[in-house]
């Protein structure tokens, strides 16, 4: 499903000393956000432009979001 201004992202486990990187489609960061201790998180996606995208964590598991 297609984002839009907010994504929540909820974790299996709870992240400790994390951190979620956003990268668009030519693999260029984005933004980055520490994550310190949660099983769920919500980032604002207002400022990204339509299109695909990639979450990363630190630990180096991917999920592709896409803008609308």
Do not use: W
């Amino acid at each position: 499903n297609p984002v839009k201004n907010y994504l929540t992202l909820q974790f299996q486990n709870v992240l400790t000393n994390e951190a979620l990187y956003v990268y668009d489609l030519s693999g260029q960061l984005v933004n980055s956000y520490p994550i310190l201790s949660t099983n769920t998180m919500t980032i604002s996606t207002a400022h990204l432009k339509p299109g695909i995208y990639f979450l990363r964590l630190k630990n180096g598991s991917t999920k592709k979001i896409m803008k609308e």
